[in-house]
């Protein structure tokens, strides 16, 4: 398996353009995870999907972000307007539940810089 | 509510050296524990885990984790360091499988292998 694909790799935008943020989790997996990491906050959970349902979006900071998985293998992380303090590097996570494979795998991440 | 404290956000040890990373947990049910890796500009990749089974849980690259309920820690240990164990090491601690069950990270220590 290719593991979590992300991307793009590397975003460079302007304050207030829309950004969209693409994730592939890992086949078969059940559930999907936004996360935000910087240096002064760390690694932030921002929402999480179960069979392509959100089920906690109580760490998505403003209405300036959104998030949809519209089938199994795709989702994607807007943010509408962008802000310099959207600076950050945005992971996505998928994993199975139960069974020895009850274990989040991380894509290699997005590194959004907005200037 | 679960939470992990990782005691110290930067150790170094020289190449040969103890390895000796610690985390403490605080949880209301039997927690599922984790230690994580992330190289420079890589995403996280699971070192080990616990789920109630043996307390002493053996990882990946020659790491090893105790759980133990009495202290609430889970420090994660390397007989002998290596340069290639630079890297940033977060511990995460979740209810289990349970479907509302999510993985909390601590903010991360960042481990310096000296020549």
């Known amino acids: 398996d290719a593991g979590v694909i992300q991307s793009p790799r590397h975003e460079v935008t302007e304050m207030g353009q829309e950004v969209t943020l693409r994730c592939k989790p890992i086949s078969g997996h059940d559930y999907l995870f936004w996360y935000r990491q910087t240096m002064m906050r760390g690694l932030e959970l921002l929402i999480y999907?179960?069979?392509?349902?959100?089920?906690?979006d109580s760490g998505m900071p403003e209405d300036r972000f959104s998030a949809k998985m519209p089938n199994a293998s795709f989702s994607t992380l807007k943010i509408q307007p962008s802000e310099p303090r959207d600076s950050a590097v945005y992971f996505c996570a998928s994993r199975l539940t139960g069974g020895s494979t009850d274990t989040q795998y991380f894509g290699p991440g997005t590194r959004l810089t907005v200037l | 509510a679960q939470s992990v404290t990782q005691l110290g956000s930067h150790v170094s040890v020289s190449e040969g050296a103890l390895v000796l990373l610690r985390c403490n947990y605080s949880s209301s049910v039997p927690p599922y524990l984790f230690w994580y890796v992330q190289y420079p500009n890589q995403g996280l990749q699971l070192l080990l885990k616990?789920?109630?089974?043996?307390?002493l849980v053996k990882g990946i690259n020659g790491f090893e984790a105790e759980f133990k309920k009495s202290e609430t820690s889970f420090h994660l240990t390397k007989p002998s360091a290596h340069m290639s164990d630079a890297a940033e090491y977060f511990c995460a601690v979740s209810r289990g499988r349970s479907s509302a069950s999510k993985i909390i990270f601590g903010s991360g220590t960042r481990l310096s292998i000296r020549p």
């Open positions: 616990y789920t109630s089974a043996a307390t």
């Open positions: 999907f179960n069979n392509n349902v959100p089920i906690d």
